[in-house]
């Protein structure tokens, strides 16, 4: 009877010690996540802008003989037609990850703000609220 305080003493010290490396260790892995589809969200948005460039600069070469102070080496209808083709393919392709990035983004946006939570620097109530 005499140790009865003490082993609750320890009880609740582990208790409290495996509670707060929970927290800890949730919180951690919820940054990790961040950082992650940060850098997705990232990759898929230098991959559409290069995409979306080279559409750009073929659409410049095509139309180069029609402005002389053009630098671009001109192409012929046909096969700047064919080039633009497989970029606009290309563009959708790579477009898609970024609207559905933005997709995401904007059921998260709507979550926090039925919560009322502005900003977004509140966490989600559901885990499994974005893809």
Do not use: F, N
């Amino acid at each position: 009877m005499t140790q009865l305080p003490a082993l609750l003493g320890v009880l609740v010290g582990t208790l409290g010690t495996i509670l707060a490396t929970t927290l800890t260790d949730r919180a951690r892995w919820r940054r990790s996540q961040s950082t992650r589809w940060d850098e997705r969200r990232l990759d898929a948005y230098v991959d559409y802008a290069h995409a979306l460039k080279e559409s750009y600069a073929v659409a410049l070469r095509m139309t180069a003989d029609l402005r002389p102070e053009s630098h671009s080496h001109p192409i012929d209808r046909e096969g700047g037609l064919a080039r633009l083709a497989e970029s606009d393919a290309k563009d959708h392709r790579l477009g898609e990850p970024v609207a559905a990035r933005r997709r995401a983004d904007g059921r998260r946006r709507r979550q926090l703000a039925r919560c009322g939570l502005a900003g977004g620097t509140a966490r989600p109530i559901h885990r499994r609220s974005i893809v």
